[in-house]
């Protein structure tokens, strides 16, 4: 590492004041961005905003591609090389929740206000600050609001960017609005399902155990616990979401469980699926039910490792800021950048709770300290203290 990386972490102090005095600035982009609805698919409004503020702040190439991610490039001086930040336009939830935001004197709650509606407010204010901050790159700097990233969307924006953009990307940082401190580089394997259990129309409902969809749906959830986890790779299943029934004395024709599979080791994930399958299927022989399985989204395990000089950087700058690293495996964007093994980080710009509820909420305060990280991390890799080569 060169020596005057010192000079960029020296530096972060005087950045957390310039940037305190853009909370306003911030905070009204996280509002605004925030109450417009993003469900998955449907990012289109958010999309327009943020090539709205690109456009203002006389970013180069704003444009929309095929799958509705927002682009904006601040032109480095060399332009030899790029730098690609992104934040996800989608939340998971839908567009008929009250979006209303409130604002509290050290806090901002609302739906998906810290995931990713602070990520993204980062992300267009970021051109202001740097220029306040007189900071000009030797690289382009790429900023992307990215669709179609969560759940069915399967980080489907960002991989087609990376599928089709043409200049090679040097390195790649995922914001997300919460936590600070976090620092992820690398993926586990994972596999989201869903489970549908549906009985048909003509189902003969005097046969024995013609108990409804929920209670074999549950039955089939306690042979999915059943199943023997390893302790080596780490593995993990978790039963996220189940739906089912519409009124007290019904029995229910429909049910579905979403769950998530989760191991260091690619095998037995699909060895867990397998099993997951064939447990499906079988209910669907005892029953005379249909059980379909649906995968939704999979991530290969991969990533940089612990000693990569970005992974470095990035734990010297939290320590700088009183923050002690967190390193995590991620199964969000960075999937993108690990597939196409381009160096790349996801962090957090401040603290929150609640993630994910209605009343999602995130703290102020420390804002200031996540946006002088990122600016410090892009420096960085600008400055080429990131490279191995």
């Not at 799958?67 to 336009?89: E, F, M, Q, T, Y």
């Not at 978790?238 to 229910?252: E, F, K, M, V």
């Not at 700058?317 to 690293?325: F, Q, R, T, V």
């Not at 790349?344 to 102020?364: C, K, M, Q, S, Y």
């Amino acid at each position: 590492m060169k020596s005057d990386f010192k000079e960029i972490l020296d530096d972060l102090p005087s950045y957390e004041k310039v940037i305190d005095k853009f909370k306003e600035s911030i905070i009204t982009n996280l509002i605004m961005i925030s109450e417009i609805p993003s469900p998955t698919f449907a990012e289109q409004e958010r999309t327009q905003f943020l090539l709205n503020r690109f456009t203002e702040f006389n970013l180069q190439n704003c444009s929309e591609d095929e799958k509705g991610n927002a682009l904006g490039i601040i032109p480095g001086k060399s332009r030899d090389s790029n730098i690609l930040v992104v934040a996800h336009l989608d939340t998971v939830f839908p567009s008929s929740v009250d979006h209303t935001i409130t604002v509290q004197p050290d806090l901002v709650i609302g739906p998906g206000v810290g995931d990713d509606g602070l990520g993204l407010a980062a992300l267009v204010t970021l051109p202001m600050i740097l220029e306040k901050l007189d900071i000009q790159l030797e690289s382009n700097l790429i900023l992307m609001g990215s669709s179609r990233s969560l759940g069915h969307g399967d980080i489907e924006g960002l991989r087609f960017f990376m599928d089709n953009f043409k200049r090679p990307i040097t390195a790649g940082i995922c914001v997300e609005g919460v936590k600070l401190g976090r620092l992820s580089s690398s993926s586990i394997g994972m596999l989201r399902g869903q489970l549908t259990y549906e009985v048909p129309e003509e189902y003969d409902w005097t046969r024995f155990s013609a108990v409804g969809a929920i209670v074999n749906m549950n039955e089939l959830i306690n042979k999915i616990l059943e199943i023997p986890l390893p302790r080596k790779p780490k593995t993990s299943i978790i039963l996220g979401s189940i739906q089912g029934g519409t009124s007290y004395n019904t029995l229910p024709t429909k049910a579905i469980l979403k769950f998530e599979i989760r191991s260091e080791s690619d095998e037995m994930v699909t060895e867990l699926a397998r099993k997951i399958h064939s447990l499906a299927d079988e209910m669907t022989s005892l029953t005379g039910a249909m059980v379909e399985f649906r995968e939704i989204a999979r991530r290969a395990p991969g990533g940089t490792q612990f000693s990569h000089p970005l992974n470095t950087v990035s734990r010297t700058i939290l320590d700088s800021l009183g923050y002690k690293p967190r390193s995590s495996p991620s199964t969000s964007e960075l999937s993108a950048f690990i597939d196409k093994q381009i160096p790349a980080v996801t962090i957090g710009i401040t603290d929150g709770e609640h993630l994910g509820e209605l009343d999602e909420a995130i703290r102020i305060d420390p804002i200031k300290k996540g946006i002088a990280q990122l600016i410090a991390l892009i420096e960085a890799i600008d400055k080429g203290y990131c490279s191995e080569n």
